[in-house]
């Protein structure tokens, strides 16, 4: 069902997690749980940094490392 003046309710959603899915395809996954969260914490900064504030990723991070 679509809406005027409604974009597609999952479109946004999908495309955020479109690089993690291609990550994980690409390295098969992970074999130890501690690198996979890794991965989902350094994704989170990032993607809350550029909703948030438009930085740039590494200088997300070293703020974020640094502090």
């Known amino acids: ?3 005027l003046g409604q974009g ?6 999908e495309r955020d997690l ?5 990550q994980r ?3 098969n996954g ?3 749980m501690w690198a996979a969260k890794g991965e989902a914490d ?3 900064v990032v993607a809350t940094a550029a909703l ?3 930085a740039t990723p590494f200088a997300t991070l070293l703020t ?4």
């Open 64 to 67: 974020t490392i640094t502090a």
């Open 42 to 44: 350094v994704r989170t």
């Open 25 to 27: 395809k690409v390295t």
């Open 8 to 13: 597609t309710p999952n479109n946004a959603c």
């Open 18 to 22: 479109r690089p993690a899915v291609v």
């Open 1 to 3: 069902m679509v809406h």
């Open 52 to 54: 948030k504030t438009k």
């Open 30 to 32: 992970y074999r130890a």
